[in-house]
Every structure is written in structure tokens, then in C-alpha cells.
């Protein structure tokens, strides 16, 4: 079959090359894709916009397309699935209304708590002056979080008042759009963080391996918020007793009231959690999509057809599909980034050694790059993921560490300390 990725970051080439492992998929068609998809055999770039839903359901109609698949949040939001479903196409990703659990940091709350789905406890703000009263009362710390998309900018965690103040008036004052004029305020909850992505069919969820983001620009976790620099999968801290309680309390109360709400929710269900010092699963937030970069570390390490999985899902026979199956080991994804990001940036930097980096048993996933004639050159802020699988999480690592000398482009950085925290057991004095 023919299969359509939306979307042009690391994420969508992971899926993208995920999906051409199944035996039964002949081609996947990237829309607008990157210079990594552009390069990939049977993989084919469309130049369009992920917005042009006329245009990509034309397309996928004229050439048979059996599966569209949505990477990111913007499309789901703003109503990819609902027109491409109305045009008969067969799609992974949720509705608009689905998304929602997404694109608004309070309907996500109301959800939880009709749920009862734990998380921190929160206020809706649509005033500055209450915002900033609130926060005056409660004290620090304290998180304060644009209501809608932020392309993940969005949360503050206040160490200070000044700080929360300073995020009201952020928020309040048009930084983030639309998307400020709504602030949550909650307690900050402290732990380690995981990521759960879950695939549903509405009815049915199933967990896939449990990864550990690496949030901040800086080693050790220091510096700015990003859309991350690195991951590992499976995550340690999440174990099987703790992934039972997370389908318990997290992701099948989440499912079921989706569906009481009339929401058909076919697609990645991401739930962000925080494991608290006592062991106690919370949710962070929901994403409505699979993660990046936890993506790039969780598929190379299912061994399940991934087309089969999806369109399993799209068609809403989860139930009857058969358990997930995943290669022993760990896989680590370090993400090379440009110079400057996540403030500003250059692009147009020839990448050199992506070829080589991959004879050393490495995956080099593509995020912000474009084919460019014969060369491949920057493109964003993330620029490449490289990836190594091995039968630990150290080696995988060490393995993904190495393969990053092959490669080289002007003003890279990235992080040295992926997977740190999770190679020393946590018995071990540090
Ligand atoms: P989000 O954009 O919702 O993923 O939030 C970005 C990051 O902010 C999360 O990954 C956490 O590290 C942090 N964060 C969000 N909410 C809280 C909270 N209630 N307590 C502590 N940290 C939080
Ligand atoms: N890695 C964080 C996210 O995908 O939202």
C-alpha cells in the first residue's frame, strides 16, 4: 500500500522509514517531508503545505493512497483528520476535537478531572489582574502555562514570584498569540519525567516502550526549554508494575471519557508524566501526536509492522490486533542542533558524514534539513537525529556518541549527556 506522512521533522522520517519496513507497504509519500525523506528510497517528498488539506486529499485520492498518517500537533488542530475523513481517506491522527487535549492546556485539565486522571492541581486564568493575585497568594514555585499551541515555549516553571509574574505578563501581553490569552496555573510537581506515547483505536490502548526526553538546551539540564535533544527508550524508571498503573489510571480513563464526550480518538495518545518521588504516576500534559524525539527511539526498537499497527488503529480493530512485539535492548537518539537554537539561528549550512555515520551501525534521522542538488544543508533548529540501538542502554549510547564524529556542519552543538541519568542504577551513590 501507499501510505502519506504529514509533517517534515525527525519524527515523520522515523515513521516514514518505520513504515518501509512493512512488508506491505510499497511506498510512503512525505508531505512536504525533509532532505532525510528526500533521500530515502520508495520515499517521495510533496511540496505542499501540511495545511493544504484540499490539495493532500486530492492527491492521496488520485494515487491510491490506503493510510494517511498526521506527525504534527498543527494539522490535528486545526482539522486534518475531520476534511481528510470527509473525503473518504483513512487517517491516523485524531480529530480536531481530539486534539483539543492538546491545543488546550485547559480542556485537558477538565478532561483529567472528570477523569480522575492525577495531575497538579490548576486554575484557569482569563485575566492578567486574577492571574497575578493568585500567584501572590500560592508563592513559588509555581508553573504558569500559555493555554494553547506554543510550539512548546509555552511553560514557565517559576522558581520565583517575579518569575510567575513576569510569564503573566508574557502570556497576557501577546507572546505567545492567541494561545496566552488563556493561562493555567499549577503546582510544581517535582520527579523524573517520562513519556508514555499510546496508540488507540478509541476503544482499545495500547502502550508503547516508555522514553526518557531531554527537555533543556544545556548538559546536565540546564538552560532553556527545547523541543528536546535527546531521548532513550525503553525508560528504566518506568516498569512494568508502573506501566499497569499508568493504563489504569492515566490512559484508559482518558480513552473512556474521550468516548463519553463523543470523541472518536484514533491515533497517538502522549501522555507526559511526572514520577513522583513516591513512585506515583502524574500527568504533565497530553500531546496528541507521537513525540519527537521519543519517536526516533521507540520505533527502532518495534519489531510489530508498524503499517499494520496504525491502520489497525484507523480502523478501529485494536482489540483484535495481535500484542506488540519490541527487540530486547535500548536505543538512544542524540539530536545535533544548529548554533543559537533555541533562540535564533542560521541555516544553509552544508551537512558532511552523514553517510558515514551510518556505516557505523548508527540510524541518522533528518529533522531540519533540505536537499539542496546533490548536498543536504541545514534547515532548522534541530537539525539531525542520530540514533544507535545496542543491547544496553550504555552501548546504544556509546554507539550513537561515536557515529556523531563522522558528521559535521557549521556551529553544531549537541548535548553530551544523553541517557546520563539512566546508566547508573539508581542504588549507585553519584
Ligand atoms: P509542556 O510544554 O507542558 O511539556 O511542559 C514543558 C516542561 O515543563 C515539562 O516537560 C516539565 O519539565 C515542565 N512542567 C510542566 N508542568 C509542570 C509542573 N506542573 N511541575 C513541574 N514541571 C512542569
Ligand atoms: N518531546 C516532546 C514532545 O514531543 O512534545
Known amino acids: 500500500m501507499k501510505v502519506l506522512v504529514i509533517g517534515n521533522g525527525g519524527r515523520e522520517h522515523a515513521i516514514a522509514w518505520k513504515l518501509l519496513q512493512s512488508p506491505t507497504v510499497q511506498q510512503v509519500i512525505c508531505v512536504p517531508g525533509n532532505g532525510g525523506t528526500a533521500t530515502t528510497p520508495r520515499c517521495l517528498n510533496l511540496a505542499m503545505n501540511a495545511l493544504d488539506f484540499e490539495g493532500i486529499a486530492r492527491f492521496a485520492l488520485v494515487n491510491g493512497v490506503e493510510l494517511v498518517v498526521v506527525g504534527p500537533e498543527a494539522p490535528l488542530a486545526a482539522g486534518a483528520t475531520d476534511y481528510l475523513q470527509n473525503q473518504g481517506l483513512t487517517v491516523f491522527g485524531p480529530t480536531k476535537m481530539g486534539a483539543q487535549i492538546e491545543a488546550s492546556k485547559a480542556w485537558a485539565k477538565d478532561l483529567m ?116 535533544m535527546g531521548a532513550y527508550a525503553p525508560a528504566p524508571i518506568a516498569t512494568p508494575a508502573l506501566m499497569d498503573r499508568i493504563q489504569q489510571e492515566i490512559l484508559a480513563p482518558a480513552i473512556a471519557t474521550l468516548r463519553a464526550r463523543g470523541i472518536d480518538y484514533r491515533g497517538v495518545l502522549y501522555a507526559g508524566l511526572m514520577i513522583t518521588p513516591a513512585g506515583d504516576p502524574l500527568v504533565i500534559e497530553f500531546n496528541c501526536r507521537f513525540g519527537d524525539p521519543e519517536t526516533q527511539v521507540v520505533l527502532p526498537l518495534l519489531e510489530t509492522p508498524l503499517a499494520d499497527l496504525l491502520l489497525a488503529c484507523a480502523e478501529q480493530r485494536l482489540e483484535a490486533f495481535p500484542p506488540l512485539e519490541w527487540k530486547t535492548g535500548a536505543a538512544a537518539c542524540v539530536v545535533l542542533a544548529a548554533g543559537g537554537y533555541p533562540e535564533a539561528y542560521e541555516k544553509g549550512k552544508p551537512i558532511t558524514g552523514i553517510e558515514q555515520a551510518e556505516t557505523q551501525d548508527a540510524i541518522v534521522f533528518h529533522a531540519g534539513t533540505q536537499k539542496r542538488g546533490q548536498a543536504i544543508v541545514t534547515d532548522g533548529g534541530r537539525v539531525l537525529n542520530v540514533v544507535a540501538t545496542g543491547d544496553s542502554l550504555a552501548t546504544a549510547i556509546a554507539q550513537a556518541y561515536a557515529a556523531i564524529n563522522a558528521i559535521q556542519f557549521d556551529e553544531m552543538y549537541y548535548r553530551r549527556d544523553i541517557g546520563d541519568q539512566a546508566k547508573q542504577p539508581s542504588s549507585e551513590p553519584a
Not at 156 to 182: L, P, S, W
Open 113 to 228: 478531572r472528570e477523569a480522575n486522571i492525577p495531575t497538579a492541581a490548576a486554575m484557569v486564568f482569563t485575566e492578567a489582574s486574577a492571574a497575578l493575585s493568585y500567584v501572590q497568594q500560592q508563592g513559588a514555585p509555581i508553573v504558569i502555562k500559555a493555554d494553547g499551541l506554543a510550539a512548546g515555549k509555552g511553560v514557565t516553571v517559576a522558581t520565583t514570584i517575579a518569575d510567575a509574574e513576569a510569564a503573566i505578563a508574557d502570556a497576557f501581553g501577546g507572546k505567545f498569540g492567541e494561545a496566552g490569552q488563556r493561562v493555567v496555573i499549577e503546582t510544581c510537581l517535582t520527579g523524573q519525567e517520562v513519556s508514555v506515547l499510546a496508540v488507540t483505536d478509541g476503544l482499545t490502548i495500547r502502550p508503547l516502550l516508555p522514553a526518557q526526553d531531554h527537555k533543556r538546551i544545556g548538559d546536565r539540564d540546564t538552560g532553556a526549554n527545547t523541543g528536546g
